[in-house]
């Protein structure tokens, strides 16, 4: 299976009017977060199909893939990696993994990073001591790569593992994007549907400094009277 073919029926896949409704729903207008990205309109189902079918896919070609303007090239040539991740022995997994954070620059919009991030850096730094690569994501300029680091802890937070994710949220707590609000939200919360009292600890320390986006997020599973003692300060 080449690239060229891949890219044949990527390109046979293309539907113009889900091309324009996903170029507003990632904000590609001036100055959003999505400029400039290109869609061709194809479903995240069918990419995938795509994904697993061209697996075997050389990484040289998937560094090609991940290239790309167009954002459905971009997610497939992901996916493969996670497909590659999750079949490799130790010396792929590591490989895979050192290529991801080398090509970081590419991953940048926000299901790229949620399809990747917790399924390669998680899986990968789940059983490595050293977590030390989040914190340094965690402290980029680049949006994306603060988004990689507390997605990745989605891995450990499945695997009962908080420690890294609420160090990680404290230092994005003051980040001024609404997507990191979100993400950091989004982990707290998974944090609270393993363990709420962990997730109150964090929010009793937190929550009246913390964005409100992220503050909804993390309670959302609350019942509504502790959802509102949290909103209006009276935790």
Known sequence: ???????????????????????????????????????????????????????????????????????????????????????????????????????????????????????????????????????????SSNIWEKRMAIVSTFYFIKNNGFKDTLKISEILLNDSHDLIHKAVGWMLREVGKRDEKELERFLIKHHKNMPRTTLRYAIERFPKEKRLKYLRGEI
């Open 1 to 139: 299976m080449s690239l060229e073919s891949l890219r044949r029926e990527i390109r046979a896949k293309a539907d113009k009017e889900k091309a324009g409704f996903l170029k507003r729903y990632f904000k590609t207008g001036e100055g959003q977060y999505g400029h400039g990205d290109v869609f061709l309109g194809i479903t995240v189902p069918e990419n995938r199909k795509l994904a697993i079918k061209f697996h075997e896919l050389h990484l040289d070609d998937v560094k090609e893939l991940l290239k790309s303007r167009i954002h459905e090239e971009r997610f497939i040539a992901l996916e493969i990696l996670d497909f590659k991740y999750n079949k490799g022995d130790e010396k792929e997994k590591r490989e895979i993994y050192n290529f991801y954070l080398k090509n970081t620059k590419y991953i940048n919009n926000w299901d790229l990073v949620d399809v990747s991030a917790p399924c390669i850096v998680g899986a990968y730094l789940f059983k490595n001591k050293d977590k030390k690569v989040l914190y340094n994501l965690a402290k």
